[in-house]
């Protein structure tokens, strides 16, 4: 169980600066990518680097699904994690649209 305890704002570590806007747009990107590259009968792996773990990665993955209109099954095995995308059919539209712009919905 976590340790919990209070101290004085001022002897806390600073905050370490966030991810910048550019940098977010870049990774949700790329994540799209991983999800719409695995067609139909095929199975992706990602592979942690440094302190990244298959929960974060899976995470990453999830919500890239979710921008996509997809759903993506995932396991970590081996220190990796293994991804099968379910609805191709949606991921493949939206790989032809990355990059595009989003219509404005009325």
Not at 7 to 33: V, Y
Not at 71 to 78: K, L, T, V
């Amino acid at each position: 169980m976590a340790i919990f305890e209070r101290i004085p704002a001022g002897t806390a570590p600073a905050r370490p600066t966030t991810t910048t806007p550019s940098a977010m747009q870049s990774r949700m990107r790329q994540f799209e990518s991983y999800a719409t590259d695995v067609g139909a009968g095929e199975v992706g792996v990602l592979e942690p680097e440094n302190t990244e773990t298959t929960r974060a990665l899976a995470m990453r993955l999830s919500r890239a699904a979710t921008r996509l209109g997809c759903e993506i099954e995932s396991w970590p095995s081996d220190g990796k994690l293994y991804f099968r995308v379910e609805s191709a059919k949606k991921a493949t539209a939206a790989k032809m649209e990355l990059g595009k712009k989003p219509s404005a919905k009325r």
